[in-house]
């Protein structure tokens, strides 16, 4: 048996998404800019692509971008706006348990003569409200946050910190990775105040390289990507027309019975974390109680045992989990965000990440359960950390 319990960092792409992208590679190849028939095919592909992802949102087609992914999205947005709006000010307000993608980003704009504040979290990893207002200050131009952190799976207070943004000063650029919170958490960026908002498609089982920015009517904004003038300019280069196809298909059944995948994936991770408590000792579960987290993603660190000797057991099992961010694990460091929350320096590199999707059955539960359980004691004589 197998368990693919690493769904943060990719998703097994739904087989009627998999369908969907060779049939329009094979059958449906034109350019969506050329004017014959086989090129208004791919341009309706685009605009049915559109219409269905931001009927998920709740906001008018034309705000939504397509992009490669949640990586582009998050750097078009930092850099983007500080290019748009530095004649106002200098200041990013962000926090210190972002993506890569954000961070980069911003010690990129240091570089450039921008100043940065890096907002701290509790041990929950969630940002104060308290503590963002007041960070922001007369030249803040742009406040970015996650939505739900890829670690530890701690929901942002995105609408109470959108309502204050604006309630400060409505021309402050408030953007949103919601990279790990699409198909997961009831996103509404109009009524939350988000003015960007970034996604990615593998997250959502469908195919890699590809996602989108939806970037509210208005906003200043400038492209970090020139060429062919597509998408109106904001983003140039061929549509990939395949891949947004699928990302749309993958997208619409996500939000189908939305609730009922949710709450399912919420009873998984709470028999998950109940289990883990019950039959092993010297652990924890890292982040916000398990239902005021995210319902897919759970930080479990095992004391006395490094998280790649226990990856690597696992693995030889058949059973696929993360050591933190998979962004980040082809360069090992010491996780950003374990420290941010305070996480005793003995569990730092004694941590895996267990994730969850629509996919993930309560077997693949129980046979990690039963594998990991079975082996720790032993581990922790002869591999002790």
Not at 45 to 67: N, Y
Not at 174 to 191: C, E, M, N, S, W
Not at 206 to 224: A, D, E, Q, S, W
Request: aromatic share 6%.
């Amino acid at each position: 048996m197998e368990a693919y319990l690493d769904n943060s960092a990719t998703t097994r792409a739904f087989d009627e998404v998999a369908e969907l992208v060779a049939k329009v590679m094979t059958t449906e190849y034109g350019n969506a800019s050329s004017v014959h028939h086989m090129g208004v095919i791919s341009a309706n592909r685009l605009a049915m692509a559109r219409d269905i992802i931001s009927s998920t949102l709740k906001v008018d087609p034309q705000e939504i971008i397509f992009t490669s992914g949640g990586t582009e999205s998050d750097n078009m947005s930092i850099l983007g706006v500080a290019k748009a709006n530095a004649w106002r000010g200098k200041h990013i307000i962000t926090t210190a348990i972002e993506h890569p993608a954000i961070l980069e980003a911003t010690m990129h704009l240091e570089n450039e003569g921008f100043e940065v504040t890096y907002l701290p979290v509790g041990n929950d990893g969630v940002v104060d409200i308290d503590t963002l207002k007041s960070a922001i200050r007369e030249d803040t131009i742009l406040v970015s946050m996650m939505f739900v952190n890829n670690e530890i799976g701690a929901i942002e207070p995105i609408e109470e910190a959108g309502k204050l943004i604006k309630s400060i000063n409505k021309d402050i650029v408030f953007h949103v990775d919601a990279v790990q919170a699409y198909g997961k958490v009831l996103i509404r960026p109009r009524t939350m105040n988000i003015d960007l908002l970034s996604v990615s498609s593998h997250k959502i089982h469908g195919p890699k390289g590809v996602g989108f920015l939806y970037i509210r009517k208005g906003t200043k904004i400038t492209p970090i990507c020139y060429g062919g003038g597509q998408q109106k300019g904001m983003r140039s280069g061929t549509e990939n027309v395949p891949g947004i196809a699928g990302m749309a298909l993958a997208a619409e059944k996500c939000y189908e019975n939305f609730d009922a995948h949710i709450k399912e994936m919420y009873e998984l991770k709470k028999y998950l974390v109940s289990s883990l408590k019950e039959r092993l000792t010297d652990i924890r579960i890292n982040g916000p109680e398990c239902e005021k987290g995210a319902p897919h993603i759970v930080s479990l660190s095992i004391k006395g045992l490094a998280a790649e000797t226990v990856l690597n057991m696992l693995s030889s099992k058949g059973i696929y989990v993360s050591a933190g961010s998979a962004c980040t694990s082809n360069n090992p460091h010491i996780s950003d965000t374990l420290q941010a929350i305070g996480l005793d320096k003995s569990l730092l590199e004694s941590t895996i990440r267990i994730s969850l999707s629509m996919l993930t059955t309560k077997e693949e539960i129980d046979y990690f359960l039963d594998t990991l359980c079975s082996q720790v004691g032993t581990m922790r004589k002869f591999y002790r950390h």
